[in-house]
């Protein structure tokens, strides 16, 4: 039984996740701040967790920021903010989703189920260290390197990045990153890898607005090129 964790300061909000969770064999466990949320995930060590950004006691980027800096659990952010900066913001910093108040159930329990599903990033014994601009990244230890010291990404991320370097100057179509990523469900929706390649070229390219090593196919996919 996965244990998910619901942070929102809305107790009718709650309660309908809670019941709605609780009905699919989900563990439910509730925060009503950005500190109890904290505090639990930490003893608790949940699947995933449900995050809304407007907490009364901590900004919800500060939960976030704070969850990702110690684990690699699957996060959705539940935010009435429906600004794109809000949201590339929340995915820049360590979400793996991001879904808009009012929401569907239905919509949101399938986005748990694709977090929930995703495998670890597979990497192979003996692969070159590959580099982009001035980073080299080590797959095995999942960590990326610059000038300027460390350089963190978010799972998602990640999965992302292991999938293009898995296949060196090879294109690598957009509807299988989507399918691989997010799951079969998601093949449509490229606005999720344009958000994405965006913020790793910004962390990695020398040039984002002109990627050496991340590259587009307009309207077919992408490629890593050495």
């Known amino acids: 039984m996965s244990e998910i964790l619901v942070v929102d300061d809305e107790p ?28 639990r995930a930490a003893r608790t060590s949940p699947d995933a967790v449900l995050l809304d950004l407007g907490l009364p006691d901590l900004d919800g980027m500060e939960v976030l920021r704070g969850l990702r800096s110690r684990s690699a659990v699957p996060i959705i952010v539940l935010s009435g903010r429906t600004d794109a ?26 986005r748990l189920r694709a977090v929930l599903r995703r495998p670890p990033v597979a990497v192979g014994p003996a692969a070159p260290v590959p580099v982009i601009g001035d980073h080299t990244v080590d797959l095995a230890a999942t960590t990326v ?10 799972p998602t991320e990640w999965r992302i990045l292991s999938l293009l370097l898995a296949h060196p100057g090879r294109l690598v179509p957009g509807r ?23 913020g790793l070229r910004r962390k990695l390219e020398r040039d984002p607005a002109r990627p050496r090593h991340l590259i587009t196919e307009p309207g077919i996919g992408y490629r890593y090129e050495p």
Do not use: C, S
Request: a neutral charge.
């Open 12 to 39: 009718a909000l709650l309660r309908t996740l809670r019941i709605n969770l609780g009905a699919r064999q989900y563990a439910v466990r509730t925060a009503a701040t950005g500190g109890e949320a904290l505090a």
């Open 85 to 110: 900066a809000d949201r590339i913001g929340a995915l820049d910093a360590g979400a793996d989703d991001y879904l808009t108040k009012p929401f569907l159930m239905d919509e949101l329990l399938a």
């Open 176 to 198: 299988r990153i989507l399918r691989e990523v997010w799951g079969p469900a998601h093949e449509e929706r490229g606005n999720y890898l344009r958000v994405y390649l965006a």
């Open 145 to 154: 390197t610059g000038p300027d010291g460390p350089v963190r990404l978010t």
